[in-house]
């Protein structure tokens, strides 16, 4: 039998597969499913609202692209959209980088830090 190729999209945030996952956690390739991975490297510090405004926005950006191929082109595109959403939400505050990480690295630009009154 032949296997389809599988379509990704991967930012360091946001992975986005036109796959589903099987009992076993494997991802199988699919023209109609598609499987959002976020913060795989647990970078950031997350709460439920947060969260379900990623998924919501992976919803519209899914939505807007309806009828169109799936190709990698497109879901790069919504992966890009929704790393920049990601990237809005850690500058509102509703996300905070994770300190405890195994890696504390930044990529989405230095936190803002409240100016200390005594410099």
Same mark, same amino acid.
């Given at each position: 039998m032949d296997n389809p190729m599988l379509l990704k999209s991967t930012t360091r945030h #946001? /992975? #986005?597969? @036109?796959a589903e996952m099987d009992q076993d956690g494997e991802l199988l390739p699919s023209n109609q499913v598609l499987t959002l991975d976020v913060d795989p490297d647990n970078e950031f510090n997350w709460n439920e609202d947060a969260l379900q405004k990623i998924y919501r926005k992976f919803d519209e950006l899914v939505e807007a692209s309806s009828g169109a191929d799936l190709t990698d082109y497109n879901l /790069? /595109?919504?992966g890009s959209d929704l790393e920049h959403y990601l990237r809005s939400l850690l500058q509102q505050g509703e996300v905070s980088y994770n300190?405890? @990480?195994r890696v504390t690295n930044y990529s989405m630009g230095i936190p803002q830090v409240a100016a200390d009154g005594n410099q």
């Open positions: #946001i /992975r #986005i597969f @036109a /790069r /595109r919504i300190l405890s @990480a």
